[in-house]
């Protein structure tokens, strides 16, 4: 039961400390013993000054001034000061509606403004114009003063890499009223079997397979097999180059074998680095893209007599269950032959275009997968092609 006691009066405490606060003026004698009282009484005082021996100012919460005025009883006179906090401030608020309408006002502009596109930033433009892409945006119904909840940003991006094949990755967000779209290109004359663009990559070393020097032996870096966005890096020997976030293309470096040695001596032939085979996981978002077509009509038997002879046949337009029942089962066996077992499935897009008697289907995948494979160097030796190997 105390307990009990014990937390109301911590809540109520807690509650007149929060509320609006008053500076009083106490006037009396004995104002050492109007202090003790009030301390028995729990009443919260704050700055407490003494202005003569028959004056004392302080601060406590508005609701705590009852309580004050019955310790002084008749022996003191107290006269409140000024307020402040919240309620205060509302009160004078209040009592103005003029600018009450005008912060209403305010912020129904505020509010309304970033509901609309007031700037689009492009970042990542190579062989694609700025200004080509823009029009791009345009037509699909990306522009400054287009109403941002009337755009889908997945069919937009779906669009946009339907009508540049060259597209490796696109990312579109919003902060505000400004929309960022950032873009990587695949790099010229890549092979794409299936992501959504991949390179032909960089090297950082000549590999010599067989060899302490490379191969499954000596130093070695790690490099992405393929583009994508990285998610996760784990680092077991080496030092990583990437972070969480970052695009990288086919061939970039993940995680390297050259390592710094910090040397506090000061001896100059002491060397500077270190080599090693790096080694740890790299995963990363890859995107593909996947178009195909499906027949937008059905032809189904009509009976018309008893006869077999005399059943007809008619066109009946698929439903749009019917056609993503059959897309999914599409989209399934395309996965399994494309993508990696061990890939996990992040994201489906589907995006159907009606043309005269077929439908355009183009899905787009995300999946995560590890893109790691080893790059062996020789030390010293300029970088060279080859010496890939993939890390099991």
């Not at 003029?98 to 912020?107: E, R």
């Not at 696109?170 to 092979?191: F, K, N």
Request: net charge neutral.
């Amino acid at each position: 039961m105390k307990q009990g006691s014990a937390r109301d009066a911590g809540w109520k405490r807690e509650l007149a400390e929060r509320s609006s606060r008053i500076r009083v003026s106490a006037e009396g004698l004995e104002p050492q013993r109007l202090l003790t009282d009030c301390l028995k009484r729990d009443i919260p005082l704050r700055k407490v000054r003494k202005i003569s021996d028959t004056e004392l100012r302080m601060e406590l919460p508005e609701v705590c001034l009852e309580r004050l005025k019955g310790v002084g009883g008749n022996c003191w006179r107290f006269t409140v000061l000024r307020k402040r906090g919240p309620g205060p401030a509302l009160l004078r608020l209040l009592r103005r509606p003029a600018a009450i309408m005008g912060i209403l006002l305010l912020l129904t502009i505020l509010w309304y403004q970033t509901t609309f596109v007031s700037e689009i930033r492009i970042t990542g433009c190579e062989t694609i114009t700025e200004q080509d892409l823009r029009q791009t945006l345009q037509q699909k119904g990306l522009f400054e003063g287009s109403r941002k909840k009337n755009l889908d940003l997945n069919k937009l991006k779906l669009a946009l890499y339907s009508h540049y094949e060259d597209l490796a990755w696109v990312g579109i967000r919003y902060q505000g009223g400004l929309a960022e779209v950032e873009i990587a290109e695949s790099d010229p004359g890549a092979a794409k079997i299936g992501p959504a663009g991949s390179g032909t990559g960089h090297d950082f070393g000549t590999p010599v397979p067989g060899t302490p020097e490379g191969g499954a032996l000596g130093p070695a870096h790690i490099v992405a097999e393929k583009a994508g966005t990285i998610t996760r890096v784990f680092p077991l020997e080496g030092e990583e180059t990437v972070a969480a976030g970052d695009f990288v293309r086919a061939g970039d470096l993940l995680i390297t074998g050259i390592l710094p040695i910090t040397d506090s001596t000061y001896e100059t032939d002491r060397p500077s680095e270190r080599y090693v085979r790096a080694e740890g996981q790299v995963y990363a978002i890859i995107p593909y893209r996947f178009t195909f077509t499906l027949d937008r009509y059905v032809v189904e038997p009509v009976a018309s007599g008893k006869t077999a002879s005399q059943t007809t046949y008619t066109l009946r337009e698929r439903t749009e269950e019917e056609l993503n029942t059959l897309s999914e089962a599409r989209i399934r066996r395309l996965i399994k032959e494309n993508i990696p077992e061990r890939a996990e499935i992040k994201k489906k897009d589907l995006n159907f275009v009606q043309e005269e008697n077929i439908i355009k289907v183009i899905a787009f995948v995300e999946a995560e997968e590890e893109i790691g494979i080893h790059k062996g160097f020789t030390p010293g030796f300029p970088p060279a092609d080859g010496g890939e190997e993939r890390m099991n």
